[in-house]
C-alpha cells in the first residue's frame, strides 16, 4: 500500500510557476510508476504527466509540453511536477497516482493509488 500527499498548489498569476510535490508513504516507492493528472470543474480528469520508476522515462499530456516537468526523488519518496508558463486553463485539482509497474501509462485507470488532491488556480 502507497499513501500518496500532495502539496504546492496555490493561487498564481498567468506566466508563473509552481513546483507540486507528492510525498508517498510505504515501502518500495520505487517500484512504482508515478503519474499526475487534473480535473477542472465540469470536466473529466486529464492526464498531465508521468515518470517511469527509475525515472528514466517520462511522458506529458499535450496541452502541458514543453512548460511542465516531472522528476521524482526515489531516496526522498517524492515526485515533482514543476509547471511553468501557467495559463488560466491549467486551474483544476492536481492529483499525484502511483502504479506498481515500471512503465508510465496515461490511463488513470491503471494507478492503484491516488492522493488528495492540491488545487491550482491560475489568474488572468
Known amino acids: 500500500q502507497v499513501q500518496l500527499v500532495e502539496s504546492g498548489g496555490g493561487l498564481v498569476q498567468a506566466g508563473g510557476s509552481l513546483r507540486l510535490s507528492c510525498a508517498a508513504s510505504?515501502?518500495?516507492?520505487?517500484?512504482?510508476?508515478m503519474g499526475w493528472f487534473r480535473q477542472a470543474p465540469g470536466k473529466e480528469r486529464e492526464f498531465v504527466s508521468a515518470i517511469s520508476w527509475t525515472g528514466g522515462s517520462t511522458n506529458y499530456g499535450d496541452s502541458v509540453k514543453g512548460r511542465f516537468s516531472i522528476s521524482r526523488d526515489n531516496a526522498k519518496n517524492t515526485v515533482y511536477l514543476q509547471m511553468n508558463s501557467l495559463k488560466p486553463e491549467d486551474t483544476a485539482v492536481y492529483y499525484c497516482?502511483?502504479?506498481?509497474?515500471?512503465?508510465?501509462?496515461?490511463?488513470?485507470?491503471?494507478?492503484?493509488?491516488w492522493g488528495q488532491g492540491t488545487q491550482v488556480t491560475v489568474s488572468s
Open positions: 497516482a502511483a502504479r506498481r509497474y515500471y512503465s508510465t501509462t496515461r490511463s488513470a485507470r491503471e494507478y492503484s493509488y
Open positions: 510505504g515501502r518500495s516507492f520505487s517500484d512504482y510508476a
